[in-house]
């Protein structure tokens, strides 16, 4: 079933010229995982807006096409709804943080509160998403005294006991250091495993490429490429367009002009894959 | 149902998270300028901003939580005084309704009808509850021109038509430099973002600022004789009138 | 760093026990009693024979004589002296020293002025120290306070030590550029564009930011909303707060039958 579903979308900012989405047209299947690559101002904040109803929403401006999510015109859709089909999780960890509560439960259950979710029903629900976020511990610390990646997970959880259908990830951990990056990447593949449909943004192509099951190339707002993350991340016209490879990918490319890859083989994208493709590039005379 | 209706334009998801910064950009001047021994307050800044792109009622409202929050994390004594607050953002957004935030004599007089909104609504309070002399250093003034024999009210009302002026002309100014340093983009978020689209200046600035001067050197001499400040109280009226009138025509 | 700024002083106490509204009315009460009571030492009374001992009570006695010393004791002293020298009036002449005339009318009258703003900051001090913002908002909330008004003071009370510790840094950062924080007027006055600047635009900058992420918790959300802490209110609460309502009016009837 398809759950994201954007038709010929052009969308521009109030007080702009340009358009930063041209002519987008997305479907993300339930319990997809598609990742979004490309350069700055490319329109990938644009588009996780877009999916997320905070174009027009929130932005205003000028948007053209349809954008359905969960069978409801995001045009239409109120703010319970959008928030109740998609979440949305993006860079900073910091401004994540609402400031209305002063420990980390509370925060959590700042989105049920403000959705009405009865009172008997939050701790259950809060505490199943700590668990899944492994952020339990934290519970009665304050957000604001929590490391990067904790308050990042802190953000996730809080997005996460809303249950939407879709989660919405605007490069989640470009902020956060190699531990942060690790333990929030890790939760993201825990909701990819139980069959979350997620849209994700992200700059660090090896985890594209180990996470996604379709990775779209977005550059001045178009769609430039779009497949599997086989087919896309070894695209050359990625080198062309400055979006680069993956070290893996470069390896291989590099190897290859030495004969140490196996012609015959397509460039790898991921650890194992650039290690299989090495030692039988070796192995041959 | 109209005055319901103003008073939800000002408020938007913007406002309210724009709000708490505000609070804590005049808390935190507030404290900044006492660290440089200025001799002025600079501790509204942030209400004017609200009050510009926002509109009244935010600036209303940010003045008075302003108040509040200074009562509940650094000095009680602080929760008396949110009516001056109050109308600080109130008459600013007022102002900057009818335009008057828009270029530097404009900015000017939105100061300078500021200051004498907040001159008249703290006098009262500081008469009334204070017994006229309270804990800022401007009481000395007071005591000089209550020893000259005049009655309280009028010592603590001229006291501060001479302080007000120029803190809340300062305040003004500042606030509209960081206006000017904000993208029209990100300005256009809030719900009255219209109110701080940049003006060109022309040869009124001039004749503003000068008339602002005299206004200010009258109340200095009020220090003298009393009758000044009646005078400059009706200078100061018609250098407003003049400048708005000029506009009007235009 | 500091985690949050407030008196707040978390104890088990019977004070910190009472519902924040009923501490909210009792402050408001005292002050406004000291206020209206047409007795001369009803603040003073007020002072030492209900707030002193609530404070020690509510075992925070030595953090309010702490905060009393700071905030109230140098105000409150200046207003006194200030008073009685210069207030105008009166017959009983005490003592004349230059062109000052100091009456015992002045005296009394500085005095009672500088008593009730004591009592009206202290009961706030005692307030404050026993009730913790969260509460008192979650409260109020649930008595009509709308909740966007509840997120502002909340949030404000949580950003301000981060822009505090930012504008440390900055200062401390300036200087070490050879800004000069002291020195002339002039000198002083453009120090304050280096320091205000980046703090300014800084915080303003993440306000868009901000409101994306609390409109995707619904925080815009029309529908009722509920509240996951609750806090109690006992009929001993209701009990004292008309109490401190009748005390009000009976102080008020003194003044205009009295």
Redesign the interface.
Known sequence: MVIVDLQHVTYR????EQSALEDVSLHIEEGEFVAVIGPNGAGKSTLCYTVAGFIPH???GELEGTVEVAGVESRQASLEQRVRSVGLVFQNPFNQIS?AKYTVFEEIAFGLENLGVSRAEMPARVEQVMALTGITDLAERSPYALSGGQQQRVALASILVMEPKVLVLDEPTSQLDPVGTREVFGVIRNMALRGMTVLMVEHKLEWVAAFADRVIALENGRILAEGTPAEVLTDERLLEHHFGFSRYTLAAREGRKEALWPPDRRLPVTLDEAETGFREGLRRP | MKLLESIKKD????T??????A???N???G???V????PVFLDS?GTMLVAVVCGPWAGA?TGT?SN??W???I???A??WFPVALFIGFVTGWCAQGGLFRNTWKVAITGFIVALTAAAVSTPISVY???????SGS??I??YL??T?RD?LTSVLSTNFLVEPVDKISTAF?AFA?LR??S???L??FPRAGNATPEKDDRRALFIGVGIFVVLAILVANLINPAFLWIGLGVAVVVIGVGLLSSRIR | MRER???YIQRHSPIHRLNPFTKLTLAFALVLIS?FSPWYWTALCLILLVIFPLAIIGRVGREFFAAALR??V??TG??FL??S????GGETVLFRFW?LRVTLESVA??FL?SMR?FG??SS??LF?LTTH?SELMTDLTRRGLPG??A???I???Q??PQ??AK?QTI?AAQRSRGLA?EGS?IR??R??VP???P???G??????E??IA??ARA??ATGPKTSYREIDDTPFDRTVRWLMVALVVLSLAARFFG
Do not use: C
């Open positions: 900012y109030p007080m702009t929130f932005f205003k400031g | 408020f938007n998801t913007m309210w998270v724009l709000i708490p910064v609070i804590a950009i808390v935190v001047i404290q900044i300028v660290l440089l021994k200025l800044i409202l939580l509040i929050i009562g509940l994390a000095d009680p004594s929760f008396p509850l204070y017994g006229g002399i309270t804990a009481s000395i007071t005591a209550l020893q024999g309280l500042l960081i340093g904000l029209a983009r990100y256009a978020r | 700024l407030s008196f206020f905030l109230l140098p105000v200046f207003i200030m008073q020298l210069f207030l105008p062109f009258r500085a002025i703003i009206m900051v706030f001090i404050l913002p966007t008004v997120y502002v003071i949030s404000t009370l950003i301000l822009m505090q504008a200062i924080v007027f002083r006055v120090a304050l320091l205000v600047g703090l300014v635009f915080s303003l900058v993440e306000v868009e901000r409101a609390i409109e925080f815009s």
